[in-house]
């Protein structure tokens, strides 16, 4: 697609269980990473994809978060037994250079809005 | 991780105005980057400056890459009330991206 796609706009979950955040990104680029935007933060690095390598996960806060990019595209990003401190937007983002490219290839997506009632 | 200090966290001002925000790091870093995130958006690159001490402008917005590689500034002139929004900085390394805790713009016509 033309732009970095993301779904669903909003979600509201009830504290315990799973939900799944789904990115796409433009077609052609290599490199995917996520993004956690909380209330009055700056972005928070979650996780990053590069082609067929092992993901960059450092940036996961718990073993509830996981993510997976099936066939270098699509990525999913699954958070286990939602938290209230996990509302948040999450913002997917791709780049055509990978190593976070020179920073300026960044694409984001419009995010999704994360409610744990 | 090493975080980028952002300030101020919320301006308010009246139509043209001008602006100003900085950014800092304890940290070299060899890129600095100004993003724009409008509501529901995502951020969205304003200006990317590569060299020590570069100054580039886009418009009525300026922006320049500290001689330390430690800081930069964002300038708006003549702000306009599409300006509202929250403006981040980002700094880039080899393989690290950071960014600031943004600054939101609020312009009152």
């Known amino acids: 697609g033309a732009g970095v796609s993301q779904s669903p706009s909003n979600k509201v979950t009830e504290k315990g269980k799973d939900v799944e955040l789904r990115c796409d990104p433009i077609s052609g680029h290599t490199a995917l990473y996520w993004y956690r935007q909380s209330l009055g933060q700056g972005l928070e690095f979650l996780i990053y994809f590069q082609g067929n390598s092992a993901p960059d996960k450092s940036g996961l806060p718990s073993d509830r978060f996981s993510a997976e990019r099936t066939g270098g595209s699509v990525s999913t990003l699954t958070i286990q037994r939602t938290q209230q401190e996990d509302s948040a937007v999450y913002l997917c983002a791709s780049s055509l250079e990978g190593g976070f490219g020179r920073g300026d290839g960044y694409t984001f997506g419009s995010g999704t809005r994360l409610t744990v009632v | 991780g090493q975080q980028l200090n952002q300030s101020p966290q919320s301006m308010f001002i009246q139509e043209g105005e001008d602006v100003s925000m900085n950014c800092t790091s304890s940290s070299i870093f060899n890129t600095w980057l100004w993003y724009k995130q409008d509501p529901g958006e995502g951020p969205v690159l304003l200006i990317a400056l590569y060299k020590a001490g570069e100054l580039t402008s886009n418009g009525r917005l300026t922006a320049q890459f500290g001689i330390t590689r430690k800081d930069s500034f964002l300038n708006i002139s003549a702000s306009i009330p599409s300006d509202v929004g929250i403006y981040f900085c980002?700094?880039?390394?080899?393989?690290?991206?950071?960014f600031g805790a943004g600054t939101r713009l609020t312009v009152k016509p």
């Open positions: 980002a700094a880039h390394n080899n393989n690290d991206m950071r």
